[in-house]
C-alpha cells in the first residue's frame, strides 16, 4: 500500500492471542460459553510451513479456528496439531515466567461475572481483589490450564448483554522491563504507564508465584488508533511483571510454537514494509515473514513475527479479506479501501450474521 505513505506503519490494536490446544473445537465450545468467542473469522486446515524456527525444523500439519466477540476486544486463534500431539510444559508454570502468563479479558460487572463462573462451577481463583489502579479483577482457569484475568473495563464496541467481551490484554513476564519496553512502548505504542511498581502485590497472592516480589507496569495503548478494526478491537493494555526474588523460567522451554499454552500475541497492522523496516531499526527484526499473501479462503492477508527480548512471539497481521456474510459469500477486500479509516460499525455489526451458538 503507498496511498498513504506518511501514515505507515500503523498498529489498530491485538487482534487476537493464539491458544495451543488438544482439540480445537472442545476448546472453542467451552470459549464461547464462557468468553462468548462465537463469531468465527476462518476455520483452516494446513501445514504451518513458515513456521519451521519454532517448530524444530519441521514443517507440522495444523487446525486453526479464528473466533471474536463482537462486543468488542481481541479474539482467540485456537490452534491444534493434527500431525504431531502438542506438549504440556514439563514445570509447573508460575506468576513472573517468561512469556504470556494470563490474557485479560474485559468484563463491566465483575461481581456478577464472578458469581456467574462460581455457579458454573469453573476454576476460580481467590476472589476479586483491587489492581493497584483502583480497577477489580480476578483470576481463572480454562479445562486446559490457560489463565485468564477478568478486569473492569470501560472499552466497548458493542452491548448485547453478555458479561464479558473480547481480549483487553495480557500479562507478560520479562526478565528485564527496561530491555522489553523499547519492543512494547515504541513499536506496539502502549505509551502510557498506569502504574509502574515494585513490592509484594497483595492482588498478586492469589495466584502461583505471586508471593514473590515484582516489578510490575501497565501500559496502555493509544486513544484514537487507526485502521479498519480499530474500533472493533477497543483499547487494550499489556501488564509486563518482572520476578525479583527467583529465577523465572521460559514458558515455552524445550516446547515448539504451537504446543499447549499462549503461542503468541497477534496485532492488527497495516504497512508490512514500513513496520519490518521500524522494527529492524528497533532491534526487533521479522523472524518469520510471508512475504505475500496467505489464504485461509475465508481470510486472507500478510503475516510476520517478531521477538521479545525474552523470545516472546509477537505476529502482526495485515488483513487483505475478511467474511462479512459467510452465508451469502459476501466478502470485503482491505485492499480496496483507506487503510486508516475505521469499517463503519454496521457493517462490523453484521459479523453477526456469522454467530454460532453453542
Keep these: 500500500m503507498t496511498k498513504h505513505p506518511e501514515l505507515l506503519p500503523f498498529i489498530s490494536g491485538i487482534q487476537q492471542i493464539g491458544i495451543g490446544v488438544k482439540d480445537a473445537h472442545e476448546a472453542w465450545d467451552w470459549y ?16 504451518a510451513s513458515l513456521m519451521t524456527k519454532y517448530t524444530s525444523g519441521k514443517a ?106 473480547g481480549v483487553a490484554g ?29 513490592a509484594v502485590f497483595e492482588d498478586f497472592n492469589q495466584v502461583s508465584g505471586g508471593n514473590d516480589q515484582f516489578r510490575r507496569i501497565l501500559l496502555q495503548g493509544e486513544n484514537e488508533r487507526k485502521g479498519a478494526f480499530s474500533k472493533l478491537l477497543c483499547q487494550t493494555e499489556i501488564e509486563l511483571v518482572e520476578v525479583k526474588t527467583r529465577e523465572p523460567i521460559k514458558i515455552f522451554r524445550d516446547r515448539n510454537w504451537g504446543d499447549l499454552g499462549f503461542i503468541h ?48 512471539l509477537i505476529e502482526f497481521v495485515e488483513t487483505h479479506k475478511i467474511p462479512i456474510i459467510e452465508k451469502l459469500g459476501l466478502y470485503l477486500n482491505m485492499k480496496n479501501r483507506k487503510p486508516e479509516k475505521p469499517l463503519p460499525k454496521w457493517m462490523l455489526k453484521m459479523l453477526s450474521l456469522n454467530r454460532k451458538k453453542n
Design 32 to 47: 464461547r460459553k464462557y468468553f462468548k468467542m462465537d463469531v468465527p473469522i476462518f476455520e483452516d486446515a494446513a501445514t
Design 60 to 165: 507440522e500439519d495444523r487446525y486453526a479456528i479464528l473466533a471474536l466477540n463482537l462486543q468488542g476486544g481481541g479474539g482467540f486463534e485456537i490452534w491444534q496439531y493434527t500431525s504431531i500431539t502438542p506438549r504440556a510444559a514439563d514445570f509447573h508454570i508460575t506468576l513472573g515466567d517468561l512469556g504470556v502468563f494470563a490474557v485479560k479479558i474485559r468484563t463491566r460487572d465483575i461481581s456478577e461475572t464472578y458469581r456467574f463462573f462460581k455457579s458454573e462451577g469453573l476454576d476460580v481463583i481467590g476472589t476479586p481483589t483491587m489492581c493497584p489502579d483502583g480497577r477489580q479483577h480476578f483470576y481463572l482457569r480454562d479445562p486446559y490450564g490457560n489463565m485468564f484475568e477478568m478486569v473492569e473495563n470501560s472499552s466497548w464496541f458493542n452491548q448485547n448483554g453478555d458479561l464479558t467481551g
Design 170 to 198: 495480557c500479562v507478560i513476564g520479562v526478565s528485564d522491563i527496561e530491555k522489553a519496553l523499547p519492543l512494547y512502548q515504541n513499536v506496539l505504542r502502549y505509551k502510557f504507564v498506569s502504574y509502574d511498581k515494585t
Design 265 to 312: 500475541l497477534c496485532f492488527d497492522i497495516w504497512g508490512m514494509k514500513a513496520l519490518s523496516e521500524k522494527c529492524t531499526k528497533m532491534g526487533f527484526p521479522f523472524t518469520v515473514d510471508s512475504s505475500n499473501s496467505f489464504d485461509m479462503g475465508k481470510a486472507a492477508g500478510h503475516f510476520s513475527y517478531v521477538e521479545d527480548p525474552d523470545g516472546t
